[in-house]
């Protein structure tokens, strides 16, 4: 079956300044036939689309607001989606999730935790 | 504030009809699909609409979207205890991002 598995079986902390990198291992399906999306949502909020990646070409897009502070990279062998924030603030804290589209964001990691502290 | 305009709450007895509204711009729902996620306290979101109107299987045909010019519905109609939860419309903008709206906290009375 199509599964996402992120990094990080507990919360990452984080101080701020620092960089925070989350892994999503895909399986199941054939991983350059569909975009990967990060989603991140802060406690109490809504949901907050951070970019997404062609697994085929490598090709980003990244919301405006953290185009200067994220990178997201793929590695085909390893069918692995990485995302990687850069000069966490506090307002980083959040769960962050990888996805895949395909009718929407069909199939969704399990999250990653993020808490960005001093 | 989020690009996409959502009511942030809505609420209605078991069996009645519920919608929820989407409002956008000609950059994102007006040139673009529209697609609806229902997602329960603690865990992740689900795909309930995409492409505007369509259902993944699994979804029941008590949801429905629609999309008419800048502006998307999610309809529930014969609400039940089960449905509430948190909605979001989201949608391709044509600066090449995804935009999300702020959510919607759907209550069963």
């Known amino acids: 079956q199509v599964q996402l598995v992120q990094s990080g079986a507990g919360a990452e902390v984080k101080k701020t300044g620092a960089s925070l990198k989350v892994s999503c291992k895909t399986s199941?399906?054939?991983?350059?036939?569909?975009?990967i999306h990060w989603v991140r949502q802060a406690p109490g909020q809504g949901l907050e689309w951070v970019g997404r990646i062609n697994p085929s070409s490598g090709v980003t897009n990244y919301a405006q607001k953290f185009r200067d502070r994220v990178t997201m990279t793929r590695d085909t062998s390893i069918t692995t989606v990485d995302m990687e924030l850069r000069n966490l603030r506090y307002d980083d804290t959040a769960m962050y999730y990888c996805a895949r589209h395909k009718d929407g964001l069909d199939v969704w990691g399990q999250g990653t935790t993020v808490i960005v502290s001093s | 504030q989020s690009v996409l305009t959502q009511p942030p709450s809505a609420s209605g007895t078991p069996g009645q009809n519920l919608t929820v509204s989407c409002s956008g711009s000609g950059s994102n729902i007006g040139s673009n699909n529209v697609y609806w996620y229902q997602q329960f306290p603690g865990t992740a979101p689900k795909v309930l609409i995409y492409n505007n109107n369509k259902r993944p299987s699994g979804v029941p045909d008590r949801f429905s979207g629609s999309k008419s010019g800048t502006s998307a519905s999610l309809a529930i109609s014969g609400l039940r205890s089960e449905d509430e939860a948190d909605y979001f419309c989201a949608a391709w903008d044509d600066s090449l991002s995804v935009v999300i709206g702020g959510g919607t906290k759907v209550t069963v009375l």
């Open positions: 199941g399906y054939t991983f350059t036939g569909y975009f």
